[in-house]
């Protein structure tokens, strides 16, 4: 059974929201000692990502994703060619970012900070914004949009590696039952998997109480 508010707000939302994530096979974000993208990464993954305009969403963050991302774009002067380029696209992205502990203004150009309630925030960019939204890292924020019924696409890119003794921000803790519709798949370089779903939050296992 699907909740009632996310059948309402996917009814009335105007621009959608996608949650994206990267993750190893385990459902991890990251793992100690790894180098980025578990060292996997090849030409067709970054060829994608190269086509993928951060300035065609809105991206929204939480706290310490802002912290981490804006200090890499601070050092930016010192990043490979290609890094320092993602870097400067992402600075000039319009960002919202959610938290009640960042004081404004923000140093991280283009970026509004909000410390109200993230969910009825969002809600209200999907029904007056004039961009669609991603997110970008934020376990917590994009469980709670999840939860709340909110998202419209919820997109992975599984790295096949299983980093149970190394891996650290595991993705789906304290997530709610939800039912995943394919909506898009791809193979990149023979090895990593792009997976699209449209989610729908459920009360409980399908069939529960009925």
Do not use: C, H
Not at 33 to 39: A, E, I
């Amino acid at each position: 059974k699907a909740r009632t508010a996310q059948r309402d707000a996917k009814e009335d939302s105007v621009q959608e929201l996608l949650v994206d994530f990267i993750t190893s096979l385990d459902g991890y974000g990251a793992a100690e000692g790894w180098p980025g993208f578990w060292g996997l990464q090849g030409p067709e993954y970054l060829a994608w990502l190269g086509e993928q305009s951060e300035r065609d969403y809105t991206i929204l963050m939480g706290a310490n994703t802002y912290r981490l991302m804006s200090g890499f774009a601070a050092e930016a002067e010192t990043l490979e060619a290609d890094e320092a380029a993602a870097a400067d696209e992402l600075a000039r992205t319009p960002k919202v970012v959610f938290s009640s502990t960042l004081q404004p203004p923000l140093a991280w150009a283009n970026t509004q900070l909000v410390g109200g309630d993230a969910v009825e925030a969002v809600a209200g960019m999907k029904r007056d914004g004039a961009s669609p939204m991603r997110t970008l890292g934020s376990l917590s924020l994009s469980r709670s949009l999840l939860q709340a019924g909110v998202v419209d696409r919820f997109r992975v890119v599984v790295f096949p590696v299983i980093t149970g003794a190394t891996g650290k921000e595991r993705i789906f803790d304290r997530y709610p039952d939800i039912a995943l519709d394919l909506v898009e798949s791809r193979t990149f370089d023979d090895r990593l998997q792009l997976l699209e779903y449209v989610p729908t939050v459920l009360d409980g296992p399908p069939g529960a109480g009925n």
